[in-house]
T-cell receptor
């Protein structure tokens, strides 16, 4: 059984650019949540997708958007990058509302 | 306004002793609480959870206590082992069905010394 994987591992962008982060859910999982973890802080909920539909959103602006595909993999897109977007981005998958399994994260640096 | 607070950024204990990690919350809507453990370069791993209908939940060496009136929960690890050294996050949600949208604390780094 393959766990949750994320790509890329690290990424460097400049202010104003756009970025796409990817997440492959654990086999059989139909729900994915995305979190932003700034340095020294806990993960902060961005949004959740359930069977390709957004199912809840945290306090993040619309330039943070997402997609979930029929195979339940997911993307997080961030437009007009700002310096404060520098963080570790975590995705977590689950079967419905069961236990979440986190990926190792993508470290985004915005210069 | 941080709704879930872990006021101790770090904790150091001797192997074999008890580790007690604390967490406070302010949102009265929270009724489901989770603890996660995170090693460097890995994502958080679920440890144990508790619903507000209980005041204690045990799983092996890990016990979580919930004091609803004080809006406080704690994680006890007995006995502590060097492999327990990690960052521990407390998380809370309004209902177990919303656990995937949890609010996290900033974590406590636990170091267990041999």
């Amino acid at each position: 059984e393959t766990g949750v994987t994320q790509s890329p591992t690290h990424l460097i962008k400049t202010r104003g650019q756009q970025v796409t982060l990817r997440c492959s859910s654990q086999s059989g999982h139909n729900t994915v949540s995305w979190y932003q973890q700034a340095l020294g802080q806990g993960p902060q909920f961005i949004f959740q997708y359930y069977r390709e539909e957004e199912n809840g959103r945290g306090n993040f602006p619309p330039r943070f958007s997402g997609l979930q595909f029929p195979n339940y993999s997911s993307e997080l897109n961030v437009n007009a990058l700002e310096l404060d977007d520098s963080a570790l981005y975590l995705c977590a998958s689950s079967m419905n509302t069961d236990t979440q399994y986190f990926g190792p994260g993508t470290r985004l640096t915005v210069l | 306004d941080q709704q879930v607070k872990q006021n101790s950024p770090s904790l150091s204990v001797q192997e074999g002793r008890i580790s007690i990690l604390n967490c406070d919350y302010t949102n009265s809507m929270f009724d489901y609480f989770l603890w996660y453990k995170k090693y460097p370069a890995e994502g958080p791993t679920f440890l144990i959870s508790i619903s507000s209908i209980k005041d204690k939940n045990e799983d092996g060496r890990f016990t979580v206590f919930l004091n609803k009136s004080a809006k406080h929960l704690s994680l006890h690890i007995v006995p502590s082992q060097p492999g327990d050294s990690a960052v521990y996050f407390c998380a809370a949600s309004a209902g177990d069905t919303n656990a995937g949208k949890s609010t996290f604390g900033d974590g406590t780094t636990l170091t267990v010394k041999p």
